[in-house]
C-alpha cells in the first residue's frame, strides 16, 4: 500500500512539473503569408506652376515596368529575410503570372522594406553589397534606367498581411530634342553626360559625390533630322551634357557643354536649332513636370 502510495505521489509530481514548464514556455510565433501589390503606376506630381499635386495611372504594371525586386530587412540588425526579384523582356517573353504581386512567408513583427521596378532606358539599375544584410556602404549603381522606388516600415499581424506599395518615379529624364535639318557636312552627334551613378541606399545623402562619371553616347541620325535622344538620370542632381557635332574624320563642327538640372519625375528638355547655323546656336533647357507647364530657362 505504502509502495502505491509512492508511486502516486511521484506521478502526480511528475505532472505537474509538465504542466507548470508548459505554462512558462513563450509561445513561437510562426510564420504567415504576406502579400505585397506593387503599383508603379501611380505617380504624384507637384507642377512648378502650383501647389497642387496630379496623379496618373496607367493600364497594367507591365506597361511601365519589365522588372520588379524588393529586400526586406530587420529594422534594428539590418539583416535581410527575404528578397527576390521577377522580370521579362517586352516583345520577347510572355506577362509573369502576377506580375506586379509579391506573396512571402514572414514571422509577425516590424520590417524594413525596399522596393523597385524598373523601365525605360538602355542601361542598368543594380544593388552591390546586399549579400545577408544592408551595410553602411549597400548602394545602387545606376545608368540611363527610369527607375520606380519605395522604401518604408512596415508591420506584418495576423490582421495585417495584405499591402498596397506605391512605386514613385525616382529620378527624371534628360531630352535633347534638336529642331532643325540636318545639313550634308554632319556626319556624327555625339553626346558626353557626366553624372553621380551611385547611390547609398542607408546614408542620408542621395548620391555620394566621390563616384562622378562621364560616359559618350552616339545619338541617331535620321534621313533628314536627329532623333530625339532620351538619358534616364536616377536621383535628383546637376549634370553636365557636352554637345558635339562632327564631320568628315571626326572633324569637330560645333562644341556647347550645359549644366542641366535633374528632378525627380520631371523632364529637363534640351532644345533649338543646332545645324542650320553652325557658331550660332539657340539652345534652352525647359524643365516639364509631365502634366504641369513649363519652366523655361534661357542660356
Given at each position: 500500500?505504502?509502495?502505491?502510495i509512492?508511486?502516486f505521489?511521484?506521478?502526480?509530481?511528475?505532472?505537474t512539473?509538465?504542466s507548470?514548464?508548459m505554462?512558462d514556455?513563450?509561445?513561437?510565433?510562426?510564420?504567415i503569408?504576406?502579400?505585397f501589390n506593387?503599383?508603379p503606376?501611380t505617380v504624384?506630381v507637384?507642377?512648378?506652376?502650383s501647389k497642387?499635386?496630379v496623379?496618373?495611372?496607367?493600364?497594367?504594371?507591365?506597361?511601365?515596368?519589365?522588372?520588379?525586386?524588393?529586400y526586406?530587412y530587420?529594422?534594428t540588425?539590418?539583416?535581410?529575410v527575404?528578397?527576390?526579384?521577377?522580370?521579362?523582356t517586352p516583345g520577347?517573353?510572355?506577362?509573369p503570372?502576377d506580375?506586379?504581386?509579391?506573396t512571402i512567408k514572414l514571422v509577425p513583427?516590424?520590417?524594413?522594406v525596399?522596393?523597385y521596378?524598373q523601365g525605360?532606358?538602355?542601361?542598368?539599375?543594380?544593388a552591390?553589397?546586399f549579400s545577408?544584410?544592408l551595410y553602411?556602404?549597400?548602394?545602387?549603381k545606376?545608368s540611363d534606367?527610369?527607375?520606380?522606388y519605395?522604401?518604408?516600415d512596415?508591420?506584418?499581424?495576423a490582421?495585417s498581411t495584405n499591402f498596397?506599395?506605391?512605386?514613385?518615379?525616382m529620378?527624371?529624364?534628360?531630352?535633347?530634342?534638336?529642331l532643325?535639318?540636318?545639313?550634308p557636312d554632319?556626319?556624327?552627334?555625339?553626346v558626353?553626360?557626366?553624372e553621380?551613378n551611385?547611390?547609398?541606399c542607408?546614408?542620408?545623402?542621395?548620391?555620394d559625390l566621390?563616384?562622378?562619371v562621364t560616359?559618350t553616347?552616339e545619338?541617331t541620325?535620321?534621313a533628314t533630322?536627329?532623333?530625339?535622344?532620351d538619358?534616364?538620370v536616377?536621383?535628383?542632381q546637376?549634370?553636365?551634357v557636352t554637345?558635339?557635332?562632327?564631320g568628315v574624320?571626326?572633324?569637330?563642327?560645333?562644341e556647347?557643354?550645359l549644366?542641366?538640372?535633374i528632378y525627380?519625375?520631371?523632364?529637363?528638355?534640351i532644345s533649338?536649332?543646332?545645324?542650320?547655323?553652325?557658331g550660332?546656336k539657340?539652345?534652352t533647357i525647359?524643365?516639364?513636370d509631365?502634366?504641369?507647364?513649363?519652366?523655361n530657362?534661357?542660356?
Amino acid at each position: 500500500m505504502i509502495r502505491k502510495i509512492k508511486i502516486f505521489s511521484m506521478l502526480l509530481l511528475l505532472l505537474t512539473s509538465c504542466s507548470k514548464s508548459m505554462e512558462d514556455e513563450t509561445p513561437i510565433s510562426k510564420s504567415i503569408s504576406v502579400t505585397f501589390n506593387l503599383n508603379p503606376l501611380t505617380v504624384n506630381v507637384e507642377p512648378l506652376s502650383s501647389k497642387a499635386r496630379v496623379q496618373t495611372r496607367a493600364a497594367n504594371t507591365a506597361d511601365v515596368v519589365s522588372s520588379i525586386s524588393y529586400y526586406i530587412y530587420n529594422a534594428t540588425t539590418s539583416n535581410i529575410v527575404a528578397k527576390g526579384s521577377s522580370s521579362y523582356t517586352p516583345g520577347v517573353d510572355a506577362v509573369p503570372v502576377d506580375f506586379g504581386k509579391v506573396t512571402i512567408k514572414l514571422v509577425p513583427g516590424t520590417y524594413k522594406v525596399i522596393f523597385y521596378a524598373q523601365g525605360k532606358g538602355k542601361g542598368y539599375f543594380y544593388a552591390n553589397n546586399f549579400s545577408d544584410k544592408l551595410y553602411y556602404d549597400s548602394y545602387f549603381k545606376m545608368s540611363d534606367k527610369e527607375v520606380f522606388y519605395y522604401t518604408g516600415d512596415l508591420t506584418v499581424s495576423a490582421e495585417s498581411t495584405n499591402f498596397d506599395i506605391n512605386l514613385p518615379r525616382m529620378g527624371g529624364l534628360m531630352r535633347l530634342n534638336i529642331l532643325d535639318d540636318l545639313i550634308p557636312d554632319v556626319k556624327k552627334v555625339t553626346v558626353t553626360i557626366s553624372e553621380y551613378n551611385r547611390w547609398y541606399c542607408l546614408g542620408s545623402s542621395g548620391t555620394d559625390l566621390q563616384y562622378f562619371v562621364t560616359n559618350t553616347y552616339e545619338a541617331t541620325l535620321g534621313a533628314t533630322k536627329m532623333d530625339v535622344f532620351d538619358y534616364y538620370v536616377t536621383r535628383p542632381q546637376n549634370i553636365t551634357v557636352t554637345i558635339k557635332v562632327l564631320g568628315v574624320n571626326d572633324v569637330v563642327l560645333f562644341e556647347k557643354q550645359l549644366t542641366v538640372p535633374i528632378y525627380d519625375n520631371r523632364r529637363s528638355i534640351i532644345s533649338g536649332n543646332l545645324f542650320s547655323t553652325i557658331g550660332n546656336k539657340d539652345l534652352t533647357i525647359t524643365v516639364n513636370d509631365l502634366w504641369g507647364e513649363d519652366n523655361n530657362i534661357n542660356l
